[in-house]
C-alpha cells in the first residue's frame, strides 16, 4: 500500500497571494510539489528559481489556451483550421516543462468548433495528440488526456472517461494517458471508484475537487474516504493535484487532509 501525495495547483490555492509568491506558500504549508495551468506569463529561468527557493517539485502544465469566452479557452487539439497554432503551443508546453523538470504536459483538447462535426473533431484530436507524442519522445514528459464535463465544458471533445482511454489506445505511445479529475468525472458519470479501478492502469495523474461547487474534499457529494482508501490500496504512486476553490481560506481549508486520510 502506497501513501497517498497531494500537490498544490496555484491557479486554485493560495490565491491570497500573488502568484509569484504562491510557491512559498505552498511550501510553508507542507506541500512538497505544484502544479498550474499556464506558465507562459513568466519565463521559465523565473518559474524554475522560485520552484529551486521554496524546494518544490513541478508535476505538470497545460499546453496554451486561449481567454475566458474565446473559441479556444479550453484548448486547441480538437480543431482543424487551428493546427499550426496548436503544435506551437505543444512545442512551447513542451519547451517550458522540460526546463521546469515537469512530469506532465497536460494536451487540452478543446471545444468542438461551430460548423466542425464531432467525427472530423475527434479525428484530428487523434492527429494531434499522435503528433504531439512524436514530439515529446526523448524529453521525459508524459502527455495526458483529459475529460471535462458537460456542465463546465459543454462540447468537450472528449466525451467520458472511456473516450478519452479509447484516445490513449488509438495513439498506442507508453507517454500518453489519462489525466482522470474526479470533479469533471462525477458530474458526468459518478461511480468513480469503478471508474478509478477500470482506468487505474492507464491513468498517470489524479486530479481532485468536491461536487457540486468545486471545493475541498468534504464539502460536496463525493465519499473521499473510501475513493482515497481505493486510490492507496491500488498501489498508485503518482501525486494528485488539488484543483479545487477553497471555500473560505486556503490553509484553514487543508483541515481536510488530515480528517479524511486519517
Known amino acids: 500500500m502506497t501513501r497517498l501525495r497531494f500537490d498544490a495547483n496555484l491557479k486554485w490555492l493560495f490565491t491570497e497571494v500573488p502568484f509569484v509568491e504562491r510557491f512559498d506558500a ?17 519565463g521559465p529561468a523565473q518559474l ?8 518544490l517539485e513541478q508535476v505538470l502544465i497545460n499546453t496554451p489556451m486561449g481567454p475566458p469566452g474565446s473559441p479556444t479557452r479550453s484548448g486547441l487539439a480538437c480543431m482543424p483550421d487551428l493546427v499550426p497554432e496548436y503544435r506551437d503551443g505543444v512545442l512551447r508546453g513542451l519547451e517550458y516543462a522540460v526546463a ?8 487540452v483538447g478543446g471545444i468542438v468548433p461551430d460548423g466542425v462535426s464531432p467525427e472530423r473533431a475527434h479525428a484530428r484530436y ?24 458537460k456542465r463546465d465544458a459543454p462540447g468537450f471533445v472528449l466525451r467520458s ?4 482511454a479509447a484516445v490513449v489506445e488509438a495513439v498506442g505511445d507508453d507517454n500518453v494517458g489519462l489525466l482522470l479529475d474526479f470533479y469533471h ?10 471508474t478509478y479501478e477500470r482506468f487505474k492502469d492507464i491513468t ?7 461536487p457540486p461547487s468545486r471545493n475541498e474534499p468534504g464539502t460536496g457529494e463525493v465519499g473521499w474516504a ?21 471555500k473560505s481560506e486556503t490553509v484553514a481549508g487543508l483541515t481536510w487532509m488530515k480528517e479524511i486520510t486519517r
Open 26 to 42: 505552498a511550501a510553508n504549508a507542507g506541500f512538497a510539489a505544484v502544479e498550474y495551468a499556464s506558465p507562459y506569463e513568466y
Open 48 to 55: 524554475r528559481s522560485l520552484l529551486n527557493n521554496a524546494g
Open 100 to 107: 521546469l523538470d515537469a512530469r506532465f504536459l497536460h494536451i
Open 126 to 149: 487523434v492527429h494531434n495528440i499522435a503528433w504531439a507524442a512524436e514530439q515529446a519522445h526523448g524529453t521525459g514528459i508524459g502527455l495526458l488526456l483529459e475529460t471535462q464535463n
Open 161 to 164: 472517461q472511456e473516450h478519452a
Open 185 to 194: 468525472a462525477q458530474i458526468d458519470e459518478g461511480d468513480l471508484i469503478h
Open 204 to 210: 498517470l495523474h489524479l486530479q481532485i475537487a468536491d
Open 226 to 246: 473510501a475513493l482515497f482508501a481505493a486510490i492507496e490500496s491500488s498501489g498508485y504512486d503518482g501525486w494528485i493535484g488539488c484543483e479545487y476553490r477553497p
